[in-house]
């Protein structure tokens, strides 16, 4: 019977395990260097951030600088608590700046009926917008000090809001002698719309898009002053659903907000992280980076949330910013983080970290918050 052949005993195979373990911790290192490059960097451009400080984000004057569009990426989940304070921080600083419009990734009939709670200084708010109108409690207390500015919606509109915004308009508007508008408007103003899925909706919100379009120049003529509104809400673009692809339709609409651009001026928005990373080909801020109205005038702030929950449950999975989904990446992020709040500015990190640098210039990191 032959000798079993033993690799292990072999010269070859021991020489060839030095090797490797020599490599590996040679690549260790390499690891280890890099990341102590990166803590301290990080270290050197950083800021901690008290939510409950009206100049929390006093450094945004210089980083605004050449900028015109501010974007806050909402990481984790919309429904974080953490984002009523942390976007009521933001505003107040660009709010000092000139700023023009909030824009949000919601409809132009849900802005409408929230730029109505703001604008008339009163504390009405119908119970079915009541969560609306919380968060837009500070920016009301904003606008009293003096600052205006105006909520923008880009995104589709939702049939509720649709139909509240619109009695909101023309509830106590006398249509006896407005034929035509009084024919468009009939069931926009029941409760037609309100018993139809989005999909359906969706379909009737275009059928009366293309009616209006139509008949424009007869209910122009009716309502006089009170046309433009109502152009405004019946001819929004974006027919998108939620789980469709709403990044080319949410851009367009922002571009033709601010087009022409008011360089003397800012802009604000906040969305969701799925439409705010500019290394994504597909995204609303790719878009908008690559578009002659704001190519490199757009300052983005995506958000990392460790440890964060959500109604009493741990967020987990894998967050959109990739490379915090490299642990020892994350590990100098959280090691260089300074209390609950810290931002860090990545503008400047040397070449080899351009797989960070990518996903925006700022970075917020959030710790345990829910």
Partial sequence: MSKRYNLKSTTLYKLMKKHITVLLLSVTSICRAQDTVLTAYLAQHRYAIDLNDPGAFHMLPDMMKGKNLFVLGEGGSHGLELYAPLKSAVLDQLATQNLKYFFIELGRSTAYILNNYLDKQTDSCTSAFTKYCRIMDHEKATIKKGHDFKLVGIDFEIRIDFNTALNQMFGNVDLGKCPTSKAFLADLLDSTCLKMTHKAFMKFYKAKREEFQ?????????????????????????????????????????????????????????????????????????????????????????????????????????????????????????????????????????????????????????????
């Avoid at 929004?236 to 087009?259: F, G, H, V």
């Avoid at 651009?261 to 906040?270: A, Q």
């Fill in 214 to 370: 139509q008949n424009k120049i007869a209910i122009k003529l009716e309502l006089g002053d009170k046309y433009n509104g109502l152009e405004y809400l019946v001819t929004n673009q974006n027919t998108t659903r939620p789980n469709i692809d709403r990044n080319p339709a949410m851009s367009k609409n922002l571009l033709q907000e601010i087009n022409p651009l008011d360089t003397s001026g800012v802009y604000f928005l906040t969305i969701g992280m799925a439409h705010s990373m500019p290394c994504d080909n597909f995204s609303v801020v790719h878009k908008l980076c690559k578009s002659d109205v704001l190519k490199d005038r757009v300052l983005v702030m995506n958000l990392h949330c460790e440890n964060c929950s959500l109604n009493g449950a741990p967020l987990t999975g894998k967050t959109m910013l990739r490379f915090m989904n490299d642990q020892d990446i994350e590990a100098c992020f959280s090691k260089a983080a300074i209390g609950a709040y810290t931002l860090f500015d990545l503008s400047q990190l040397p070449d080899e970290y351009s797989d960070i640098k990518k996903y925006g210039d700022l970075l917020l990191m959030a710790k345990g918050q829910h």
